[in-house]
Structures are given as C-alpha cells and as structure tokens.
C-alpha cells in the first residue's frame, strides 16, 4: 500500500510539473525563433541577438513557473486552511458527542413477565416530505434513530409475534394497541407488510375494552446546542399506565461525524454513528422493540398454529 501511495504521489507530480515544462520549452523555442527571425529581417546585430534570446530564455524560467506556482500554491494554502477548520468543528463536535454519551443507556427499573401486548402511545411515521432534505437538516426530530428504525405499519409489527414469525423471530406480542391522535385506540393482532396502515386488512379492533396496562413511547433530543455539533437524541419510555409508573428508559445519541456534508452524493444523519452502539442491519432494527422486550416479557406461546388471535 505504501508502494502504491509513493507510485501515485510521483505520478501527480509528473503531471503537475510537465505542462509546466513543456509551456516553458514552447516559449523559449518561440521566442528564439522571433528573435532570431526578427533580428535578420531588421538586420540586428548578432550580439544583440544573442543578448535578447537569453534575456527570453531566462524570463520565461523564472516568470512562467512563478506565474504557475504561485496560484496552485494559494489553491494548497486555502485547501490547508479549510482543512484545519473542518478538523477543529469535527473535534468540537466529537467533545460534544462523547460527553452526551457519558449520559446514554439503559435504566430498567422493573420488569414484568407474560405480557400478551402493549400500547404505543406514539407511532414513528414515515416522511413523505423530501427524505434528502430532511437527512440534511441538523434540526430534523427523527435524526437520533432514523438509519435503524422502522416507521408506520412496520414499527408496528415489528412488536408483533405474528409479523416477526414471518422473519423466524418469536419474541413479539399477540396484540399491539395505538393511541390515535383523537384519543382512539386501535388494537392490531396483525401486519401484513404493507407500505400502508389499513386497519381493516390488518385485522383491527377498534377501542378495545380492555386496552394494555403496559405503554411503549419516545421523545426526541431536539436540543439547539446539541444540534449545531450534529449530534441528536432520543429516549425510549416504558409505562405501567395503571400507576405511571416509569419501568425503564433507554436514551440513545447519534452523531452525524460528516457534520453534515452532502459531499460524492453522501446523506448526513444516515451515515451517523450512535452511542450506545446499535446494529444496522436490517435484521437488527427495530432497538424500540428489542428495548421493550427485556422489560416486558412476552407471554411465550409454544403452540405451532398460533393464529395471532389469542391475547
């Protein structure tokens, strides 16, 4: 690998030095030609000839490589610079990353076993504004989580025992309530993958009598000071809504290293590393859910026919 750098490195400097050399060669062999021409035409001495040819000869050395050099070495100077002021924000903003990372984790207070299912007080949506732009935007709400969490109908099944069967995963729930924003509650037994949420299709009971005890929500970070440094949050809540009691809490940071940049087609935020780390894959999404099944234990059912009905 060294060799290849070295190997490169010369290469730019052939190709850097020899328009160069060739622009001073073409002016030397022209000006010779004109003042040797010129002088017989004009019928000038030889030693004034000479004098001239070298008085040409030796500007076009000293003036053309200055004259080329001097800008490419301002272009390298303004690269140094700009270089050294992105370093200094990126060190700022990685002073600031790590010290919110001091603050994130888990707190699991109490668990509690056999849950059939839990209420979602909040539903991440899918944007249907410019996801580019967004991505883009220090300020942006979902920023802390948004490169490893589902959204809509498939934040939802990715609770549900029924949906994560599909994908050979079991440690779901038999039913998932939604808080709607009118205060209804919608309960699924299902999801079928859809880019949509249809409640009919999904086999839903609209307010259910008996709504979950235990609720799963979020609040983002969307601090000013954090967010100038590219750095976002986020914390994920689990409720008893009988006694409101705070069962456990996760909060999670991310930090858009590229500070933004949109540079080679790059997407800021997407491209952002979290603390406490989380996996990526598309397996390994969903950290809302992995969350809250180690403080609500599903209720393990062993039957094979497991119709998604049973609560």
Same mark, same amino acid.
Not at 10 to 30: K, R
Not at 47 to 59: H, M, P, Q, R, S
Not at 117 to 142: H, Q, T, Y
Not at 237 to 245: A, H, N, W
């Given at each position: 690998?060294?060799?290849?750098?070295?190997?490169?490195?010369?290469?730019?400097?052939?190709?850097?030095?020899?328009?160069?050399?060739?622009?001073?060669?073409?002016?030397?062999?022209?000006?010779?030609?004109?003042?040797?021409?010129?002088?017989?035409?004009? +019928?000038?001495?030889?030693? =004034?000839?000479?004098?001239?040819?070298?008085?040409?000869? /030796?500007? @076009? %050395? $000293?003036?053309?490589?200055?004259?080329?050099?001097?800008?490419?070495?301002?272009?390298?100077? +303004?690269?140094?610079?700009? =270089?050294?002021?992105?370093?200094?924000?990126?060190?700022? /903003?990685? @002073? %600031? $990353?790590?010290?919110?990372?001091?603050?994130?984790?888990?707190?699991?207070?109490?668990?509690?076993?056999?849950?059939?299912?839990?209420?979602?007080?909040?539903?991440?949506?899918?944007?249907?504004?410019?996801? $580019?732009?967004?991505?883009?935007?220090?300020?942006?709400?979902?920023?802390?989580?948004?490169?490893?969490?589902?959204?809509?109908?498939?934040?939802?099944?990715?609770?549900?025992?029924?949906?994560?069967?599909? $994908?050979?995963?079991?440690?779901?729930?038999?039913?998932?309530?939604?808080?709607?924003?009118?205060?209804?509650?919608?309960?699924?037994?299902?999801?079928?993958?859809?880019?949509?949420?249809?409640?009919?299709?999904?086999?839903?009971?609209?307010?259910?009598?008996?709504?979950?005890?235990?609720?799963?929500?979020?609040?983002?970070?969307?601090?000013?000071?954090?967010?100038?440094?590219?750095?976002?949050?986020?914390?994920?809540?689990?409720?008893?809504?009988?006694?409101?009691?705070?069962?456990?809490?996760?909060?999670?940071?991310?930090?858009?290293?590229?500070?933004?940049?949109?540079?080679?087609?790059?997407?800021?935020?997407?491209?952002?590393?979290?603390?406490?780390?989380?996996?990526?894959?598309?397996?390994?999404?969903?950290?809302?859910?992995?969350?809250?099944?180690?403080?609500?234990?599903?209720?393990?059912?062993?039957?094979?026919?497991?119709?998604?009905?049973?609560?």
């Amino acid at each position: 690998m060294k060799t290849f750098y070295r190997e490169f490195a010369t290469l730019m400097n052939f190709l850097y030095w020899l328009p160069m050399f060739i622009s001073v060669v073409i002016v030397i062999a022209l000006s010779t030609v004109i003042i040797w021409w010129g002088g017989d035409y004009f +019928k000038i001495k030889k030693i =004034y000839k000479i004098i001239a040819n070298v008085i040409a000869v /030796a500007l @076009a %050395v $000293f003036i053309i490589p200055l004259h080329w050099t001097v800008p490419a070495k301002q272009a390298q100077e +303004k690269r140094i610079v700009e =270089y050294n002021e992105r370093k200094e924000k990126y060190e700022a /903003a990685k @002073a %600031v $990353f790590d010290e919110q990372c001091k603050k994130a984790g888990e707190k699991i207070y109490r668990t509690v076993d056999n849950v059939d299912g839990v209420m979602l007080l909040k539903v991440r949506e899918e944007n249907k504004e410019n996801i $580019f732009a967004l991505l883009a935007d220090p300020m942006w709400d979902e920023a802390a989580i948004t490169n490893v969490e589902s959204s809509n109908g498939s934040y939802i099944g990715s609770f549900l025992r029924k949906y994560r069967i599909r $994908f050979g995963k079991r440690n779901g729930y038999s039913f998932v309530d939604v808080l709607k924003a009118d205060g209804s509650i919608s309960r699924y037994f299902d999801y079928k993958g859809h880019d949509d949420i249809d409640e009919e299709r999904d086999g839903v009971i609209k307010n259910p009598s008996d709504p979950a005890r235990y609720a799963v929500t979020y609040e983002y970070n969307v601090d000013p000071e954090l967010r100038k440094h590219w750095v976002a949050g986020i914390t994920i809540k689990i409720i008893d809504r009988q006694t409101d009691e705070l069962l456990a809490e996760k909060t999670i940071f991310s930090f858009e290293s590229g500070l933004g940049s949109t540079a080679t087609a790059r997407t800021p935020w997407y491209n952002a590393v979290h603390c406490p780390e989380l996996l990526q894959r598309t397996e390994d999404r969903n950290p809302t859910h992995a969350f809250a099944v180690q403080v609500l234990k599903p209720t393990q059912i062993f039957n094979s026919s497991f119709n998604g009905d049973q609560k």
